[in-house]
């Protein structure tokens, strides 16, 4: 048996008060790794030429405030 399917399994037996618990947990974690990755993408430059294109787009007028 595999980690995922053992986690699957654990995660059924769960009750409701634990599965709620176990929710938050994981949402935090997404979040935070999906910060790690934002600023390691920010870091290597990988969002410069949006970062250009949004100022430019500025700039020209094309942005509206909503």
């Known amino acids: 048996m595999d980690a995922v399917t053992e986690i699957e399994q654990a995660v059924l037996r769960l009750s409701a008060t634990e599965l709620d618990a176990f929710r938050q947990w994981f949402v935090e974690l997404d ?9 390691n993408d920010v870091a290597a430059g990988r969002l410069d030429a949006l970062a250009e ?10 942005c509206t405030e909503r």
């Open 31 to 39: 979040a935070a790794d999906w910060d790690r990755q934002i600023e």
């Open 53 to 62: 294109e949004a100022i430019d787009d500025l700039q020209a007028g094309r």
